[in-house]
T-cell receptor
């Protein structure tokens, strides 16, 4: 079992719609979770991080964490073509290292 | 803003060569990391360092070594490059374990 799993995608959404990205993790001791966006040929850039159960909103992005279900999600509201990218979920393990999912590719159709 | 600079964006080397990848950060961060990224496999940790001259193996350290002589600089060394080390290499830094990691632009390394 991979430590961090993401829905495989690709995910195609129309412009203006909500894109929903899901991530599950296996290390129950994980406390910190991060979402990165990676454009093709570029390096990952941080979008959001979340430590506590519940929702965290930043502009058009909302991260949701449910530690009991070992589940993290990212919602992108009012999706724009510039949101087309691969989104990486990462969880901090008990040994302080990050485990990354393989990523979900999102395409926003104009 | 945190700036993590990797010395080369693209690099082509030959099998058996010793290869050095350099990474510098400007935020006085304690922790620095080297990853490689391959299609379908995501980011995998090669080595990390939590202080000058300190290093720990990540998940895939075989064939690699690292050096951290100064706090701002973390070098990845391929002792004898092989074709299966062709990959995108990413350096990252962070101040604390719970803080986000900030990535450099990456080095796309091809071993021929």
């Amino acid at each position: 079992q991979k430590e961090v799993e993401q829905n495989s995608g690709p995910l195609s959404v129309p412009e203006g719609a909500i894109a929903s990205l899901n991530c599950t993790y296996s290390d129950r001791g994980s406390q910190s979770f991060f979402w990165y966006r990676q454009y093709s040929g570029k390096s990952p850039e941080l979008i959001m991080f979340i430590y506590s159960n519940g929702d965290k909103e930043d502009g058009r992005f909302t991260a949701q964490l449910n530690k009991a279900s070992q589940y993290v999600s990212l919602l992108i509201r009012d999706s724009q073509p510039s949101d087309s990218a691969t989104y990486l979920c990462a969880a901090r393990r008990n040994d302080y290292k990050l485990s990354f999912g393989a990523g979900t590719t999102v395409t926003v159709r104009a | 803003d945190v700036k993590v600079t990797q010395s080369s964006r693209y690099l082509v080397k030959r099998t058996g060569e010793k290869v050095f990848l350099e990474c510098v950060q400007d935020m006085d961060h304690e922790n620095m990391f080297w990853y490689r990224q391959d299609p379908g496999l995501g980011l995998r940790l090669i080595y990390f360092s939590y202080d000058v001259k300190m290093k720990e193996k990540g998940d895939i350290p075989e064939g690699y070594s690292v050096s951290r002589e100064k706090k701002e600089r973390f070098s990845l060394i391929l002792e004898s490059a092989s074709t299966n080390q062709t990959s995108m290499y990413l350096c990252a830094s962070t101040q604390g374990a719970d803080q986000p990691q900030h990535f450099g632009d990456g080095t796309r390394l091809s071993i021929l």
